[in-house]
């Protein structure tokens, strides 16, 4: 089974089947999950037990910040700008990357060719 836990080591979810993102694998005894609700136990040195801060009141988990920000018109032009010329460049470097394939194998084929007129395989 897999536990999630918060900065406390309280544990706020578990999953008998399948993973929580950042939880760990632990065993919860039947009866303690009969009973389970978020932050109600604590894990520590690998063992479970009753969180003694425990309340009753309702838990609401934390709710990570969206880093995303909007940014003005002009920001997002220059930042559509800068990803234009970025995919601009990245196909220039392919077509030159893929002309020097066409050359090595050009010259690997010529090599090839002398060696068997040469009578060498």
């Known amino acids: 089974m897999k536990i999630l836990l918060n900065d406390l080591n309280e544990i706020i979810g578990y999953v008998t089947d ?3 993102k950042g939880s760990i694998e632990a065993e919860i005894p039947q009866e303690l999950l009969e009973i389970y609700e978020p932050r109600k136990f604590v894990y520590f040195n690998d063992k ?4 003694p801060n425990f309340s009753n009141q309702e838990y609401f988990p934390e709710q990570p910040q969206n880093d995303a ?5 002009t920001e997002l032009r220059q930042t559509f700008g800068s990803l234009q010329m970025s ?3 990245t196909v220039k470097m392919v077509m030159d990357l893929s002309k020097q394939v066409a050359a090595l194998t050009k010259q690997n084929v010529e ?7 040469k009578g060498v395989e």
Do not use: E, W
């Open 111 to 117: 090599l090839q060719k002398q060696l068997n007129d």
């Open 48 to 51: 479970i037990s009753i969180n």
């Open 87 to 89: 995919s601009v460049q």
């Open 69 to 73: 920000t909007i940014g003005s018109d």
């Open 18 to 20: 399948g993973d929580l």
